[in-house]
């Protein structure tokens, strides 16, 4: 009940308010009734250009700009992740920083460094057990015996261990000498994989390079007809005339251990037979490489056409067995290797039995690592001005205060336009023309008067407040 008497009570209060009481109200009904509609009309009109204006305000997006002057790091930081926060809303933003330093060295903010393969920091590529491999008496055994082979072997697989590394000196060298171009500040993210990427292609691009040159070497060989000095890709023949002179001419090697047919080293350089000690009496070939009794095969080891080709498809695996490495150095007693010299499995990604001509193309490489500091690119970049431009939606503050800004204009405007129109209104429908144009004349004149002064006030002074707003921002 107190409920229903309280809505009583304010239908009441909403029917007897006057919001444009004047003194003639008390004696004259008619101007009260004008009155009363005026305020009504005034409610109603009041309450829909608040809801418009305030809605309008609301949904309206604004830009605002805030430049950050010399900022650090942190503050740098801060800002892009509070860009990258509005960057996942709708609203469109930017946050730009301008080097003052364009041109940045690599070697300031990059380090690159690189381990290879064991095989390259080991015993097996020292010049000791190269020369300790070389005997004097080469020429007498079997060119396929590992005491023949092994040292012009080791030799070239030192000097591909050698290559890799000065390739990945010079070509690291030459990316750190270079210079970043940097007009604008790159987010930490961004340095990072950018940096990364690049160091990543000075990788592959110089394992490229090592490629095309072992392509190179091996067609090279090939195609001019090198002759080693074991003989055994080709030979020289002398041939004997009746007249007593001699001639000399090649004669390419054929090898035919494990193939279905004769393999022919002046056709093809893939001619391979298994490294092994054999008997030491020498071996008469006549250009021709049959498979033989062995005393002992070196497991993974090749002989061939050409000593580089038949290492590039040699492995390492007996040089990371110490069984398989005793029974090679069974032959070569001068050579004193401890169980430290032998290759560690757990050193090397790659497998015992991968081929060198994979290590090769891969230039040896175990490790590759790269360190950015971002810290120290900064500080070379060193942004002398941040414009951090971002739209959002208008805050509640911001709408009352447009509204409290424009309310007061509002509403003199209706208070002075309303009851003139409703006095006009009423006047026209009475249909006293003299009551009119005697009585009302003067005060009609002066109502539409003062109404358009306002309405031109509220019109003028909206506009130089979006106007002040704009400059603002």
Same mark, same amino acid.
């Given at each position: 009940?107190?409920?229903?008497?309280?809505?009583?009570?304010?239908?009441?209060?909403?029917?007897?308010?006057? %919001?444009?009481?004047?003194?003639?109200?008390?004696?004259?009904?008619?101007?009260?009734? &004008?009155? %009363?509609?005026?305020?009504?009309?005034?409610?109603?009109?009041?309450?829909?250009?608040?809801?418009? %204006?305030?809605?309008?305000?609301?949904?309206?997006?604004? &830009?605002?700009?805030? $430049?950050?002057?010399?900022?650090?790091?942190?503050?740098?930081?801060?800002?892009?992740?509070?860009?990258?926060?509005?960057?996942?809303?709708?609203?469109?933003?930017?946050?730009?920083?301008?080097?003052?330093?364009?041109?940045?060295?690599?070697?300031?903010?990059?380090?690159?460094?690189?381990?290879?393969?064991?095989?390259?920091?080991? @015993?097996?590529?020292?010049?000791?057990?190269?020369?300790?491999?070389?005997?004097?008496?080469?020429?007498?055994?079997?060119?396929?015996?590992?005491?023949?082979?092994?040292?012009?072997?080791?030799?070239?697989?030192?000097?591909?261990?050698?290559?890799?590394?000065?390739?990945?000196?010079?070509?690291?060298?030459?990316?750190?000498?270079?210079?970043?171009?940097?007009?604008?500040?790159?987010?930490?993210?961004?340095?990072?994989?950018?940096?990364?990427? $690049? =160091?990543?292609?000075?990788? !592959?691009?110089?394992?490229? &390079?090592?490629?095309?040159?072992?392509? %190179?070497?091996?067609?090279?060989?090939?195609?001019?007809?090198?002759?080693?000095?074991?003989?055994?890709?080709?030979?020289?023949?002398?041939?004997?005339?009746?007249?007593? &002179?001699?001639?000399?001419?090649?004669?390419?090697? @054929?090898?035919?251990?494990?193939?279905?047919?004769?393999?022919?080293?002046?056709?093809?350089?893939?001619?391979?037979?298994?490294?092994?000690?054999?008997?030491?009496? =020498?071996?008469?070939?006549?250009?021709?490489?049959?498979?033989?009794?062995?005393?002992?095969?070196?497991?993974?080891?090749?002989?061939?056409?050409?000593?580089?080709?038949?290492?590039?498809?040699?492995?390492?695996?007996?040089?990371?067995?110490?069984?398989?490495?005793?029974?090679?150095?069974?032959?070569?007693?001068?050579?004193?290797?401890?169980?430290?010299?032998?290759?560690?499995?757990?050193?090397?990604?790659?497998?015992?039995?991968?081929?060198?001509?994979?290590?090769?193309?891969?230039?040896?490489?175990?490790?590759?690592?790269?360190?950015?500091?971002?810290?120290?690119?900064?500080?070379?970049?060193?942004?002398?001005?941040?414009?951090?431009?971002? !739209?959002?939606?208008?805050?509640?503050?911001?709408?009352?205060?447009?509204?409290?800004? @424009?309310?007061?204009?509002?509403?003199? =405007?209706?208070?002075?336009?309303?009851?003139?129109?409703?006095?006009?209104?009423?006047?026209?429908?009475?249909?006293?023309?003299?009551?009119?144009?005697?009585?009302?004349?003067?005060?009609?004149?002066?109502?539409?008067?003062?109404?358009?002064?306002?309405?031109?006030?509220?019109?003028?002074?909206?506009?130089?407040?979006?106007?002040?707003?704009?400059?603002?921002?």
């Amino acid at each position: 009940m107190n409920f229903i008497a309280g809505l009583r009570t304010i239908k009441e209060f909403l029917i007897s308010l006057n %919001l444009f009481e004047s003194l003639a109200t008390q004696t004259n009904p008619n101007r009260l009734r &004008t009155e %009363l509609i005026s305020t009504r009309i005034y409610m109603v009109l009041m309450t829909i250009a608040i809801v418009i %204006l305030a809605l309008f305000t609301a949904l309206e997006n604004t &830009t605002q700009s805030i $430049n950050i002057q010399n900022p650090s790091q942190d503050t740098f930081d801060r800002y892009y992740s509070e860009y990258l926060i509005r960057l996942q809303s709708e609203y469109s933003t930017t946050f730009q920083c301008s080097c003052s330093q364009i041109e940045i060295p690599y070697k300031t903010f990059i380090n690159i460094t690189y381990k290879l393969h064991p095989v390259c920091s080991s @015993v097996f590529v020292s010049d000791s057990w190269i020369n300790l491999l070389f005997s004097p008496d080469m020429t007498y055994y079997y060119p396929i015996d590992f005491r023949s082979s092994g040292n012009g072997q080791f030799q070239l697989l030192a000097s591909l261990c050698l290559f890799a590394n000065q390739a990945l000196n010079n070509a690291i060298d030459d990316f750190l000498s270079n210079f970043l171009l940097s007009p604008l500040t790159v987010s930490s993210a961004s340095f990072k994989n950018q940096s990364e990427a $690049n =160091a990543e292609f000075v990788k !592959t691009s110089t394992i490229s &390079t090592f490629r095309r040159l072992l392509n %190179l070497v091996r067609d090279t060989s090939l195609t001019n007809g090198l002759q080693p000095a074991m003989q055994t890709s080709s030979m020289e023949l002398l041939d004997s005339y009746a007249n007593g &002179t001699m001639e000399a001419y090649p004669y390419a090697t @054929v090898w035919s251990g494990d193939y279905k047919s004769e393999c022919f080293c002046g056709l093809t350089s893939v001619c391979y037979e298994q490294a092994a000690f054999f008997d030491e009496s =020498a071996y008469e070939t006549q250009g021709v490489f049959e498979k033989s009794d062995s005393l002992e095969n070196v497991t993974g080891f090749l002989v061939g056409c050409y000593a580089f080709d038949a290492l590039l498809n040699s492995s390492l695996t007996c040089f990371f067995d110490s069984i398989c490495l005793s029974n090679i150095l069974t032959y070569f007693p001068t050579i004193n290797i401890t169980g430290d010299d032998i290759l560690n499995i757990n050193q090397t990604h790659f497998e015992p039995n991968t081929t060198i001509e994979n290590l090769a193309k891969n230039l040896f490489i175990e490790d590759w690592s790269k360190e950015t500091l971002f810290s120290a690119y900064y500080a070379k970049c060193a942004p002398a001005l941040c414009t951090y431009t971002f !739209t959002e939606r208008n805050s509640f503050l911001k709408v009352l205060t447009t509204l409290l800004g @424009v309310y007061g204009g509002i509403t003199v =405007a209706l208070r002075m336009c309303i009851p003139y129109a409703v006095h006009f209104w009423r006047n026209r429908k009475v249909g006293n023309p003299i009551q009119r144009n005697r009585g009302g004349f003067f005060l009609a004149k002066s109502d539409k008067l003062k109404c358009s002064v306002f309405s031109y006030y509220i019109a003028t002074s909206s506009k130089y407040t979006e106007h002040d707003e704009d400059s603002s921002n």
